[in-house]
């Protein structure tokens, strides 16, 4: 390796881990001050001077978190499952399946990505007020077990690299476009599937806006409207430890997913860009 390579890779080195430690610090600024007593928190020194675990009791005896927890799951994950074998369906559908209008189709509907959030939530909220669906979960559930317009998108361009030979075949050995989903094309893009479908997890348990608006019954609430209602209390009275304790709640289970399943969302990824 050249000397020159070597300064460069030592440049871009220091130049990550750099930008590595700024976008970290908040992180562990907020773990560590959620564990300091309320005077503290403007003391020198990023450690906790005294460890107070207050502030996680008391959220904990404030909020019912275990209900919250639960109606998180309920719209990030059954959807989310229903969801990604519909968004799967139809990626198999637009890459492997010819008929009239498919690419028209496809246009139509990536075209709902520009459309952003804000401009149909009002919409939506007449829509499900007409159903009598606001003192439900069902606003959080529906419109995911339709699919992801991404996810389509992404799994369209993965299956695109599958050769056709392979369709061909099995619709030759008796196979039809059921159980090519079934058999062929599911099992191939397991990875690619699983990985977007625990990021499209992460953006449903992280939403907040969407139960904002459209959830009116508080046991519905998720946890992230509970925190959110939590920290708005202690805001009041500057209780930083507080705010920073439920930011944590709600930040573990997210770590604790993505720590399992970032093998896959990084191969994927790397994969979807080696491939275009």
Not at 25 to 31: R, T
Not at 138 to 162: A, D, E, S
Not at 183 to 207: C, E, K, Q, Y
Not at 221 to 250: C, D, W
Request: glycine share 4%; charged share 15%; aromatic share 16%.
């Amino acid at each position: 390796m050249s000397r020159r390579k070597k300064i460069a890779d030592a440049v871009v080195f220091v130049f990550l881990a750099f930008g590595s430690v700024i976008m970290l610090y908040p992180f562990i600024w907020m773990i560590f001050t959620s564990f300091k007593p309320k005077m503290h928190i403007y003391l020198a020194g990023l450690l906790p001077r005294t460890w107070d675990f207050s502030s996680y009791i008391q959220i904990w005896d404030e909020i019912p978190l275990v209900r919250g927890f639960l109606n998180t799951i309920l719209y990030s994950v059954p959807p989310v499952i229903v969801g990604t074998f519909v968004s799967a369906g139809a990626a198999f559908a637009f890459a492997k399946i010819n008929f009239k209008g498919k690419n028209i189709i496809f246009l139509i509907l990536l075209s709902g990505v520009m459309i952003p959030f804000p401009s149909i939530m009002i919409p939506q909220f007449v829509l499900f007020s007409r159903f009598n669906m606001l003192q439900g979960p069902w606003p959080m559930i529906l419109p995911k077990l339709t699919g992801n317009v991404l996810m389509i998108f992404f799994l369209r361009q993965y299956l695109n690299y599958v050769p056709d030979s392979v369709v061909e075949a099995a619709k030759i050995d008796g196979c039809n476009y059921f159980e090519i989903y079934r058999r062929i094309i599911l099992p191939l893009i397991t990875p690619a599937l699983a990985a977007h479908s625990v990021l499209w997890f992460i953006g449903s348990w992280n939403d907040y806006l969407a139960p904002t608006i459209f959830i009116k019954n508080e046991k519905w609430q998720p946890v992230t409207v509970m925190v959110a209602k939590f920290n708005e209390q202690y805001a009041i009275n500057t209780h930083v430890p507080r705010m920073m304790a439920g930011s944590v709640m709600l930040l573990v289970p997210v770590l604790v997913i993505y720590g399992i399943f970032q093998k896959w969302i990084i191969e994927s990824v790397m994969f979807t860009s080696v491939k275009e």
